[in-house]
């Protein structure tokens, strides 16, 4: 059992109780301010990551902040298992099957797609440009996705900037 007592130090119980919950006030709306701009980075994270023209923009936007009762959060799991299901592949640049490499038309006959827009024939370094959507055209995937790391990133970013706002 852990005892805690009290004792007032020059001034009374009630100034040194208004002034913890000013403090505490002070903190919390800093602690918001800092969760909405670690969210907002990692949503720059991800758009400064993007390698194709075209982009929906739907994992940013499935990047959610919501406040809790004592503190935040940003991106939901579940939400991001069902709005954004490449969110794991393009952070951790691995499937939730621990798979690294997207599966092909030989192992699922129901991938096939193109790269959009691009050439109808591309040249060399033209190939593969543009988005991928469904198509008539098997596919062969033969590198993994790179990872992102924009959940790392931001934690990163969030100890940076908690240690300031805390001064540690």
């Known amino acids: 059992m852990i005892q805690v007592s009290i004792q007032s130090q020059g001034e009374d119980l009630g100034t040194f109780i208004s002034k913890v919950k000013e403090e505490n006030e002070e903190l919390n709306t800093k602690l918001i301010a800092l969760g909405k701009e670690i969210h ?3 949503q720059q994270v991800i758009v400064s990551n993007i390698k194709r023209p075209g982009s929906t923009g739907n994992l940013v936007r499935s990047i959610q902040f919501g406040l809790l009762q004592n503190g935040w959060w940003i991106g939901d799991v579940d939400f991001l298992n069902e709005h954004a299901k490449q969110w794991r592949w393009l952070n951790f640049g691995i499937a939730g099957t621990g798979r690294r490499i997207p599966p092909s038309t030989s192992e699922n006959s129901r991938i096939k797609g193109q790269f959009s827009p ?6 060399g370094s033209a190939f593969g440009q543009g988005r991928f ?15 992102i790391n924009f959940i790392e990133k931001s934690i990163f970013n969030l100890e940076d900037k908690l240690q300031t706002i805390l001064k540690i």
Do not use: H
């Open 133 to 147: 959507q469904r198509g008539f055209y098997p596919i062969t995937p033969m590198k993994a996705i790179s990872p």
């Open 118 to 123: 691009g050439e109808a024939r591309p040249m």
């Open 40 to 42: 907002s980075f990692m």
